[in-house]
């Protein structure tokens, strides 16, 4: 019942993107996903999506991706320039990568070693609910037969 004489605020809505009717765009986002083994950047898989005739905007793909990886459906690692990097995986088991920087292949790892000695130290610390992330990067045995990467 209160009336609030606030004058309209000059909102400048940036693109006027509405929120949720990305489903499709979406779908060709996970298919192009789907379609790849390697870790890609969003701007790759921007690409992918319009080279499969879906006129999908940058700033979606990202939305796309965050809300994936929100969900659990997409793992996420950033490279070694600081660029996040996506990759459809099994996320309900937890695993680390050995990621190759030479072509960006991608090997889903396990470092039990490693997860105790994590556990250890955290309770050692009294902290609980620890996540960690751990990647691996180096050369794969291809590009190395191929006279090494970069
Ligand atoms: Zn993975
Ligand atoms: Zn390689
Ligand atoms: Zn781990």
Do not use: N
């Not at 400048?12 to 379609?35: K, W």
């Not at 701007?43 to 991706?65: F, I, K, N």
């Not at 996420?76 to 088991?93: F, I, P």
């Amino acid at each position: 019942m209160t009336q609030h004489h606030t004058p309209e605020p000059a909102v400048t809505t940036p693109a006027g993107s509405p929120p949720l009717r990305d489903t499709r765009q979406r779908r060709a986002v996970a298919a192009a996903l789907d379609a790849s083994d390697e870790f890609r950047s969003a701007q790759d898989l921007h690409q992918l999506v319009r080279d499969s005739g879906e006129r999908v905007g940058l700033a979606t793909v990202y939305r796309a991706l965050q809300a994936m990886v929100d969900a659990g459906e997409v793992d996420v690692v950033r490279s070694e320039a600081g660029e996040a990097q996506y990759r459809r995986c099994d996320v309900a088991h937890h695993h680390h990568h050995l990621i190759c920087r030479g072509c960006g292949k991608a090997v889903e790892v396990e470092g039990p070693a490693f997860e105790e000695w994590a556990d250890a130290v955290a309770r050692q610390h009294g902290f609980v609910d620890v996540r960690h992330t751990l990647e691996l990067t180096g050369t794969c045995a291809d590009c190395r037969r191929a006279g090494g990467a970069g």
